[in-house]
Nanobody, 128 residues
Framework: QVQLVESGGGLVQAGGSLRVSCAGS????????MGWFRQAPGKEREFVAA????????AYTDSVKGRFTISRDNAKNTVYLQMDSLKPEDTAVYYC?????????????????????WGQGTQVTVSS
């Protein structure tokens, strides 16, 4: 079983940047498709970005395209979400999620239900 721990959240002004990380332990993340989700106060958790196990394929929700970048370093067993041009509406708890996709190196998973493993979340607050 894989354990996921997010870090790097914090308080940033609108227009600023932040990078959150998701470190895996217990298993190598090399065979896992990964995703980032977020949940703002009073709202349901929503998809933000996804990356295939190879890192070759990525996907983003429309509201973050051109501002956020998902990446992974399989040697460090870590997935990143670089967030630029942050807006107050990006304020949320950010969660990473993982699913073992075996030999399928290209699959992207954008649905919450597709991920069996989740981290505890990291708070990102963007002030106006």
């Amino acid at each position: 079983q894989v354990q996921l721990v997010e870090s790097g959240g914090g308080l940033v002004q609108a227009g600023g940047s932040l990078r959150v990380s998701c470190a895996g332990s217990g298993r190598t993340l090399r065979l896992y498709a990964m995703g980032w989700f977020r949940q703002a106060p009073g709202k349901e958790r929503e998809f933000v970005a996804a990356i295939s196990s190879s890192g070759a394929n990525t996907a983003y929700t429309d509201s973050v395209k051109g501002r956020f970048t998902i990446s992974r370093d399989n040697a460090k067993n870590t997935v990143y979400l670089q967030m630029d041009s942050l807006k107050p509406e990006d304020t949320a708890v950010y969660y990473c999620a993982a699913k073992n996709t075996g030999s399928d190196y290209r699959t992207l998973i954008q649905r919450e239900e597709g991920y069996p493993y989740w981290g505890q979340g990291t708070q990102v607050t963007v002030s106006s």
